[in-house]
T-cell receptor
Framework: EAQVTQNPRYLITVTGKKLTVTCSQN?????MSWYRQDPGLGLRQIYY???????DKGDVPEGYKVSRKEKRNFPLILESPSPNQTSLYFC???????????????FGSGTRLTVV | KNQVEQSPQSLIILEGKNCTLQ??????????LRWYKQDTGRGPVSLTIMTFSENTKSNGRYTATLDADTKQSSLHITASQLSDSASYIC??????????FGAGTTVTVRA
């Protein structure tokens, strides 16, 4: 089954303790992206990657890091989490990075992160 | 700045009734517009993708319309079911591999 898999689904951590949220897709998609979703704000892009070793900042990159060493994996790293990073996080991928065509955008099931 | 605005923010309808959600966008250049359905705590799932030349597109009981001149789209839900309770998000790709997301409309269908 074609899918984007995120882990973990739920995570509670303490301020300052480094964490990684994993994201893996099995569709051989070139483009992957991370979003955070907060009530009333919609989805906001954190980082995206157009291909292996090619990443760039989205709209809210502060406090986050990413890497793209393999095509299928795109982990999100919080080096020193803070309470304002408490949010619902989604990873997504698509083949058509230009979004100009009919390519769908597949989202993972989400990771609910709480930083106390 | 590319923006996508949705209305209403939320609505409640009785099972079996119809409803229409609105999306206004200022994204440029425009190539397509997408509607997603997001169940609580889950990832968004694509309902429709409409390109510049399409005015109407249906997916079962969901019908999307697009007016590229006025930069407006609507999503019409016919004969609503309890399973339609979700957030509906309008998404418009912008330049530089970016997507502009609306804040979503939360639909609650009551029996």
């Amino acid at each position: 089954e074609a899918q984007v898999t995120q882990n973990p689904r739920y995570l509670i951590t303490v301020t300052g303790k480094k964490l990684t949220v994993t994201c893996s897709q099995n569709m051989n998609h070139e483009y992957m992206s991370w979003y955070r979703q907060d009530p009333g704000l919609g989805l906001r892009q954190i980082y995206y990657s157009m291909n292996v070793e090619v990443t760039d900042k989205g709209d809210v990159p502060e406090g986050y890091k990413v890497s793209r060493k393999e095509k299928r994996n795109f982990p999100l790293i919080l080096e020193s989490p803070s309470p304002n990073q408490t949010s619902l996080y989604f990873c997504a991928s698509t083949q058509g990075a230009g979004f100009s065509g009919g390519d769908g955008y597949t989202f993972g099931s989400g990771t609910r992160l709480t930083v106390v | 700045k590319n923006q996508v605005e949705q209305s209403p923010q939320s609505l409640i309808i009785l099972e079996g009734k119809n409803c229409t959600l609105q999306c206004n966008y200022t994204v440029s250049p425009f190539s397509n517009l997408r509607w997603y359905k997001q169940d609580t705590g889950r990832g968004p799932v694509s309902l429709t993708i409409m390109t510049f030349s399409e005015n109407t597109k249906s997916n079962g009981r969901y019908t999307a319309t697009l007016d590229a001149d006025t930069k407006q789209s609507s999503l019409h839900i016919t004969a609503s079911q309890l399973s339609d309770s979700a957030s509906y998000i309008c998404v418009v790709p912008g330049g530089s591999y970016k997507l502009s997301f609306g804040a979503g409309t939360t639909v609650t269908v009551r029996a």
